[in-house]
Each structure stands twice: as structure tokens, then as C-alpha cells.
């Protein structure tokens, strides 16, 4: 399975919305689909598994959607601590596998 | 408080071999499976390896397979990565991260801060 991830940069200016996709070359299962978000200097942390569940601590700005192919992370009204990027996730094999990321970035 | 702290990052040569190790502290390792994930500079991420909480079952990403080896010590609840044959483009930060359950099928739920490795003659 490989994930493609649109678009590559996103620029937004706090308090707007994003919208951002993940591609998967075949149909997968939602239980295995997770985002993750990266500041600069920081680790990956996890934001959503099961595409829709938000993990601990994250904000309901957050959230996650889609099935089969499709899978969509929206952050309403953006925070200046969003500006990051983001990485779409499948695990649904033993060959775990991430997109190649989505840069959020302050306009 | 469940934590992760990676360490054995080093500048080595092409063909040469290293061990990562990551120290876990808020759970036991035979409870979840774990990871290891590295990152290129300026690039995404990859995973690299993974092992069950049983650690009866490994898994290797395609890029590694035949040249790292997962493993992990109970009694000192550390994880490790043993890196041989060194190649330049296994240059990255490598993280070691905590399964949300026992085997690969969960997400990623803890990440640690990643040590480094540079290959370079």
C-alpha cells in the first residue's frame, strides 16, 4: 500500500481552516489509518487512529474522515502551534507505511 | 508517565555496524509492540522495524531487511536496533515508538526524541 499525501504545502493564516488528503493505492481498512503531527525539532505525534478517533489530549479542532481510498484531516480555525506537518499513516500490514507528509505553513 | 529515550547514535563509516538502543520507562515492553522509525534529513518518515509485545515476531521494512536486526531486553525494559552494513542513505533520526497495543496493527502512540546516525566516509 502506498499513501499519497495533497498537497505538499499549505498556506493558511491562523484562524482559517485546513483541509488535508490521503490517497491510498488500494482500498484499506479505516481501523489501520492514523495521522500524525511534527513540529519543527519535535517527534511525530499521534493525532487520530481508526481515521476518526482522536488520540489523548487532542484538541477538538482535529478531526479525521474518510474510508476505503479517501482519507481527509481538517484543523478548524487554525492555532499558531498548527503550523506543522502532518503525516497520514497505514498499518494495516506487518509492511507499516506513511505518506510523505503535508507542510502547514503560516501565510 | 510512560517515556521512551533513545541513545547509541553516532557518525560511522560505510559498512560499518552501530546499535541503537531505547530505554523505556512508564510500561513494560512484553505489553506492547514497538517500532523503530527514522527520518532522512529534510525528508518524511520511514519505518524501518518492528517487534510484537511477545517478541515472537519481527518485521523489517524492505530497505533493511537482511541487514538490521530487532530485538529487546525485559529486564531492562530497552529496545534495540542492531544496524549492519552501513550505507550512506541509512543517514537519518531514528525514533523508536510505542504500539498503542500488542502487535504492528495498532497506531503509534508514543514517540521518543530519535538519536541520530550519520553514515559518511
Known amino acids: 500500500i502506498e499513501l499519497t499525501q495533497s498537497p505538499g504545502t499549505l498556506s493558511l493564516s491562523p484562524g482559517q481552516r485546513a483541509t488535508l488528503s490521503c490517497r491510498a493505492s488500494d482500498i484499506i481498512d479505516s481501523t489501520y489509518f492514523a495521522w500524525y503531527q511534527q513540529r519543527p525539532d519535535q517527534p511525530p505525534r499521534l493525532l487520530i487512529y481508526?481515521?476518526?478517533t482522536r488520540a489523548t489530549g487532542i484538541p477538538d479542532r482535529f478531526s479525521g474522515s474518510g474510508s476505503g481510498t479517501g482519507f481527509t484531516l481538517t484543523i478548524n480555525t487554525l492555532e499558531p502551534e498548527d503550523f506543522a506537518v502532518y503525516y497520514c499513516h497505514y498499518f494495516g500490514t506487518s509492511l507499516l507505511t506513511f505518506g510523505q507528509g503535508t507542510k502547514v505553513e503560516n501565510k | 508517565e510512560v517515556h521512551l529515550l533513545e541513545s547509541g547514535g553516532a557518525l560511522i563509516q560505510p559498512g560499518g555496524s552501530l546499535r541503537l538502543s531505547c530505554a523505556a520507562s512508564?510500561?513494560?515492553?512484553?505489553?506492547?509492540?514497538m517500532s523503530w522509525v527514522r527520518q532522512a534529513p529534510g525528508k518524511g518518515l520511514e519505518w524501518v522495524s518492528g517487534?510484537?509485545?511477545?517478541?515472537?515476531?519481527?518485521y523489517y521494512s524492505d530497505s533493511v531487511k537482511g541487514r538490521c536486526t530487532i530485538s529487546r531486553d525485559i529486564s531492562s525494559n530497552t529496545l534495540f536496533l542492531q544496524m549492519n552494513s552501513l550505507r550512506v542513505e541509512d543517514t537519518a533520526r531514528y525514533y523508536c515508538?510505542?504500539?498503542?497495543?500488542?502487535?504492528?496493527?495498532?497506531?503509534?502512540?508514543?514517540w521518543g526524541r530519535g538519536t541520530t546516525v550519520a553514515v559518511s566516509s
Open positions: 512508564g510500561f513494560t515492553l512484553d505489553t506492547y509492540a
Open positions: 481508526g481515521a476518526s
Open positions: 517487534i510484537s509485545a511477545s517478541g515472537g515476531t519481527t
Open positions: 515508538a510505542k504500539s498503542q497495543g500488542d502487535m504492528y496493527y495498532f497506531a503509534l502512540d508514543v
